[in-house]
């Protein structure tokens, strides 16, 4: 499984991005996808994610109500909606997958595959 991110880039506060994750191979609904993100100095921090089968969706308090994470199976990618972004946002975001996942997996350990990471900065 290979994931690789885009999407990222300098927004103001307030603005949106939206990451996109390019899952290579079988991943479908057979893999629940995470989006973490690290900021410097700091551990890396799950986000959100998507279950495998029933695609349920889960979010980290931090932004729960401004991101959306959804999955588009024709193109095999996840996207992260992000609005209403703060400064506190700025990161290095991640994608992660595992295989048949479900329920709210935010520890990066639970994940076996990672892309390489985009950066998000958001400027007040």
């Known amino acids: 499984v290979q994931l690789v991110e885009s999407g990222g880039g300098l927004v103001q506060a307030g603005g949106s991005l939206r990451l996109s994750c390019a899952t290579s191979?079988?991943?479908?609904?057979?893999?629940?996808i995470g989006w973490f993100r690290q900021a410097p100095g700091k551990e890396r921090e799950g986000v959100s994610c998507?279950?495998?089968?029933?695609?349920?969706?889960y979010y980290a308090d931090s932004v729960k109500g401004r991101f959306t994470i959804a999955r588009d199976n024709a193109k095999n990618a996840v996207y992260l909606q992000m609005n209403s972004l703060k400064p506190e946002d700025t990161a290095v975001y991640y994608c992660?997958?595992?295989?048949?996942?479900?329920?709210?997996?935010?520890?990066?350990?639970?994940?076996?595959?990672w892309g390489q990471g985009t950066q998000v900065t958001v400027s007040s």
């Open positions: 992660a997958a595992r295989y048949s996942g479900v329920g709210k997996l935010l520890d990066e350990y639970e994940y076996d595959y």
């Open positions: 998507i279950s495998s089968s029933d695609g349920s969706t």
């Open positions: 191979g079988s991943t479908r609904d057979d893999y629940a």
